[in-house]
Nanobody
Framework: QVLLQESGPGLVSPSQTLSLTCAVS??????????WTWIRHAPGKGLEWMGA???????YYSPTLKTRTSLTRDTSTNQFTLHLSSVTSEDTGVYYC??????????WGKGTPVTVSS
């Protein structure tokens, strides 16, 4: 069974960098052809794909967020991390990490809420 668990601060101050980590169990993040993604859901808006890190370590970012987004991974702990810089209230929402295969997210974490506020 593949399980994903997000962790990180629930409250971030404006202009700071938000860092969220996804711990994966039941599957190696280096397994061929798998991608590991971050998706968020802001209040009153639809789901937004933020970026992905591939089994190779290659990274892909949303064009609207790429100047502020960085994805890293730690293969020794089977975790991957989202870094989002210069946050504003527009970055408030629930953040999900997922496993993706064949361009579809098939396993999701439960999500972690993030509020950007001073």
């Amino acid at each position: 069974q593949v399980l994903l668990q997000e962790s990180g601060p629930g409250l971030v101050s404006p202009s700071q960098t938000l860092s969220l980590t996804c711990a994966v169990s039941g599957e190696s993040i280096t397994t061929n052809y798998l991608y590991w993604t971050w998706i968020r859901h802001a209040p009153g808006k639809g789901l937004e794909w933020m970026g992905a890190i591939a089994y190779t370590g290659g990274t892909y970012y949303s064009p609207t967020l790429k100047t502020r987004t960085s994805l890293t991974r730690d293969t020794s702990t089977n975790q991957f991390t989202l870094h989002l810089s210069s946050v504003t209230s527009e970055d408030t929402g629930v953040y999900y990490c997922t496993r993706a295969r064949n361009l579809m997210a098939d396993y999701w974490g439960k999500g972690t809420p993030v509020t950007v506020s001073s």
